[in-house]
């Protein structure tokens, strides 16, 4: 049987079901991430921490097993402040929002926030630039047909996610704080070429040690009337 370092395998005595109102340290963690854009320290995470969160993030899951992430850890400051530099200088910061899915256009109900993202990337140590090598749904040249597989496309943001998600867990876990930003894109024409990227740029995970303690979404919901969980059949579980 293979071990888990660190948490109880699977249907074992250890995994047992929580009492009403407590959490193991695993949901702890996930319940406490939230996006923090402010208030950062000086202070710089330790190697061993660095490493630490780059190797969630590569073991994240991902369909064929595929690992369609390069993960660019930067910590050099000269090269943070150009990152953060580029962003504002990027043409079409100002219209730099998810498109309508209608018009394909710009969202006329966003605003564009690249502006606040790059100050976020100006303020921490560390950011990690995450580039999807887009293997279901892009050539190895990265050109896509215009109809390019809309399963193949998830696929592939679905595991790149994925490894975001665990690189921030883990940042969590070890108290440091941040924010994924997908506004980083909006520079990828200056990024992609000085770092080498070979696929697309997905985003930068941006990390430090903040004051904040929490704070609340920057948005509301979309779609507010639907209901996100929705429970089917069972009438005695405990409803989120
Ligand atoms: C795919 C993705 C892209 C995001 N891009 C940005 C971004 O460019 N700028 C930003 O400030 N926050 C960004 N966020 C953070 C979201 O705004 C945030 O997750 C959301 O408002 C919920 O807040 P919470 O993370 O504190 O729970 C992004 C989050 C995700 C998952």
Redesign the pocket.
Known sequence: MTGHAGGPPPGSEGAAAPAPGQQNGTVATIMR?????ADFTERTPPNSVVRQIVQAGLAAPSAKNAQPWRLHVVRDPGLIAWISEQMMAAPGREEFVPVDPLSGQPHPGHVS??A??AA?IAAVPLVIVVESLEPFSSAASGARAPGADQFAIRLDAFAV?AA?QNMWLAATSFGLAG??????AVASDAIVPRLGLKGALF?ALALGYSRVDA?????AALLPEIERAVWHGDSDVDRV
């Open positions: 991430r939230r996006s923090v854009r926030t690249v606040a993202s976020v996610g975001v924010v994924f930003l997908a506004d980083a985003g704070t609340p979404p920057m948005n």
